[in-house]
């Protein structure tokens, strides 16, 4: 394999693309009280935040395609790689905004090393050299150790090396666990870490954020990261983001025919009880049979596109987009409707369109053998969802003050750089509600298994 000369060689650029939908305050509220925050989704200390997570949970993410794609040869490998050299330019980037240019060259350089040691332990597994392989993870342990020591210097000793050597432990053995069980074809567990390691990064990223603003506080406004709503907008952007993620990456399996289709769209579709049951607790039985019936119907328009793609139907392939043309609007017309307007129509309409159509660039860039146009629609459809997370966190908010207004707190979250997010229930409640979007991602794989079996 030719993992480490493409993770080295390729250009490293990037640009974050995060469109947002226009949240409309139709009653006027306010959401704070004396003595209390404001209910805000987006704040300077907020918004920092959103950008960590969207960096560390796409290279958890990037990561783990990487992996599997070096292990089985396939000729997307250095594209998606490519794409991970550019988050790790990103991260660094974002890293010396806050430290100066020579503290984000020195992140950079410890960060990179762990991506070229789990890139070791790839290619010795491919070559059966299991000594390699113990090596790689001694190096791997290593590293830990030295980049826990930079961030607990970084931040003055706010982030203490300790927790952040245990924090950084969990996301090497989650990655690790996810490319084993995939090799050894255990799929469900694969995609059950990758899952979990994609949201450990989301605790990573509010406990880095909270030391930076805490730090800093001039900067970002003596806000505080760690809000209901900022946990809010969080949750929801986990959510969507992995969808976007899952769904790009089964739609890549589903057209190959990859062993793992079936767990990769397992992985999406446990998300669909889920979905029906949010809805029901927000706007109860009618409400979520109504949205399950929307919800459904785009399944198969986005089957239909895949087939009509593996049959090389053009026509087959303007229907199902047509499909999901009317699916959009009937869909956008549900979440104005359920938000009372703070959601317009006219925009959920736009959004979606965007959805819709960064996931297809990405397949027929897939299919069409121009993989770094791929992966950068994929990467694009990953940052699109934060934009999602932030208007419909910002609408839920609204909607429901009283359930997002909080003290201030003083000490550092309890995040554990890695642990479970310690959301109020309430905050979690809603967030479920926000997976009625993120359906708008996942639909268009559950059903893909029919393509395969066609």
């Given at each position: 394999m030719k993992m480490k000369k493409?993770?080295?060689?390729?250009?490293?650029?990037?640009?974050?693309?995060?469109?947002?939908?226009?949240?409309?305050?139709?009653?006027?509220?306010?959401?704070?009280?004396?003595?209390?925050?404001?209910?805000?989704?987006?704040?300077?200390?907020?918004?920092?935040?959103?950008?960590?997570?969207?960096?560390?949970?796409?290279?958890?993410?990037?990561?783990v395609v990487a992996m599997q794609k070096g292990i089985d040869g396939k000729e997307d490998f250095e594209a998606a790689a490519g794409q991970l050299?550019?988050?790790?330019?990103?991260?660094?980037?974002?890293?010396?905004?806050?430290?100066?240019?020579?503290a984000g060259n020195q992140f950079k350089e410890i960060w990179s090393s762990h991506i070229g040691y789990f890139v070791d332990y790839v290619t010795a597994t491919a070559e059966n050299n299991e000594e390699g392989r113990k090596q790689a993870l001694a190096e791997l342990d290593k590293y830990r150790v030295t980049q826990a020591d930079f961030l607990d210097k970084a931040t003055e000793g706010r982030l203490k090396a300790k927790d952040l050597e245990e924090g950084l432990k969990v996301h090497i053995d989650q990655l690790i666990w996810a490319f084993e069980s995939y090799r050894t074809g255990d799929y469900d567990k694969a995609y059950d870490n990758i899952s979990e390691a994609m949201h450990h990064m989301f605790m990573t990223g509010k406990g880095l954020s909270w030391a930076i603003t805490d730090q800093f506080p001039d900067k970002f406004e003596n806000k505080s990261v760690d809000t209901p709503a900022a946990d809010l907008r969080a949750d929801l952007n986990s959510v969507f983001s992995a969808?976007?993620?899952?769904?790009?990456?089964t739609m890549q399996k589903g057209i190959d025919g990859a062993k793992d289709f079936e767990?990769?769209?397992?992985?999406?579709?446990?998300?669909?009880?889920?979905?029906?049951?949010?809805?029901?607790?927000?706007?109860?039985?009618?409400?979520?049979?109504?949205?399950?019936?929307?919800?459904?119907?785009?399944?198969?328009?986005f089957v239909d596109y895949v087939t009509a793609t593996a049959e090389k139907n053009e026509e087959g392939k303007k229907q199902a987009i047509a499909e999901l043309d009317e699916y959009r609007m009937e869909q956008a017309k549900f979440l104005d409707t359920a938000t009372e307007g703070r959601l317009k129509a006219a925009d959920l309409e736009e959004g979606l369109k965007v959805h819709i159509d960064q996931l297809l660039a990405a397949f027929n860039s897939y299919t069409g053998k121009d993989y770094p146009a791929a992966y950068k629609n994929i990467s694009e459809a990953y940052a699109h969802m934060f934009g999602v997370g932030q208007s419909l966190s910002g609408a839920i908010v609204d909607q429901f003050p009283d359930k997002f207004a909080g003290q201030k707190p003083s000490d550092m979250p309890k995040t554990g750089m890695g642990g479970m997010s310690q959301s109020t229930n309430d905050a979690i409640l809603w967030s479920l509600f926000g997976l009625i979007l993120a359906s708008a991602t996942t639909a268009m794989i559950l059903r893909k298994k029919a393509t395969n079996n066609s």
């Amino acid at each position: 394999m030719k993992m480490k000369k493409a993770l080295l060689a390729v250009p490293l650029s990037v640009s974050l693309l995060i469109p947002t939908f226009t949240v409309a305050n139709a009653h006027g509220h306010e959401s704070h009280s004396k003595g209390h925050m404001s209910a805000e989704v987006s704040n300077p200390a907020i918004d920092l935040r959103a950008s960590l997570d969207t960096l560390l949970s796409e290279h958890a993410f990037l990561a783990v395609v990487a992996m599997q794609k070096g292990i089985d040869g396939k000729e997307d490998f250095e594209a998606a790689a490519g794409q991970l050299n550019q988050n790790t330019e990103a991260l660094s980037k974002a890293v010396g905004s806050v430290y100066g240019e020579e503290a984000g060259n020195q992140f950079k350089e410890i960060w990179s090393s762990h991506i070229g040691y789990f890139v070791d332990y790839v290619t010795a597994t491919a070559e059966n050299n299991e000594e390699g392989r113990k090596q790689a993870l001694a190096e791997l342990d290593k590293y830990r150790v030295t980049q826990a020591d930079f961030l607990d210097k970084a931040t003055e000793g706010r982030l203490k090396a300790k927790d952040l050597e245990e924090g950084l432990k969990v996301h090497i053995d989650q990655l690790i666990w996810a490319f084993e069980s995939y090799r050894t074809g255990d799929y469900d567990k694969a995609y059950d870490n990758i899952s979990e390691a994609m949201h450990h990064m989301f605790m990573t990223g509010k406990g880095l954020s909270w030391a930076i603003t805490d730090q800093f506080p001039d900067k970002f406004e003596n806000k505080s990261v760690d809000t209901p709503a900022a946990d809010l907008r969080a949750d929801l952007n986990s959510v969507f983001s992995a969808h976007a993620a899952l769904a790009a990456l089964t739609m890549q399996k589903g057209i190959d025919g990859a062993k793992d289709f079936e767990a990769a769209a397992a992985e999406l579709n446990e998300n669909t009880d889920d979905i029906t049951a949010a809805v029901e607790s927000v706007y109860g039985a009618e409400g979520a049979a109504q949205f399950k019936e929307i919800w459904s119907s785009h399944i198969g328009y986005f089957v239909d596109y895949v087939t009509a793609t593996a049959e090389k139907n053009e026509e087959g392939k303007k229907q199902a987009i047509a499909e999901l043309d009317e699916y959009r609007m009937e869909q956008a017309k549900f979440l104005d409707t359920a938000t009372e307007g703070r959601l317009k129509a006219a925009d959920l309409e736009e959004g979606l369109k965007v959805h819709i159509d960064q996931l297809l660039a990405a397949f027929n860039s897939y299919t069409g053998k121009d993989y770094p146009a791929a992966y950068k629609n994929i990467s694009e459809a990953y940052a699109h969802m934060f934009g999602v997370g932030q208007s419909l966190s910002g609408a839920i908010v609204d909607q429901f003050p009283d359930k997002f207004a909080g003290q201030k707190p003083s000490d550092m979250p309890k995040t554990g750089m890695g642990g479970m997010s310690q959301s109020t229930n309430d905050a979690i409640l809603w967030s479920l509600f926000g997976l009625i979007l993120a359906s708008a991602t996942t639909a268009m794989i559950l059903r893909k298994k029919a393509t395969n079996n066609s």
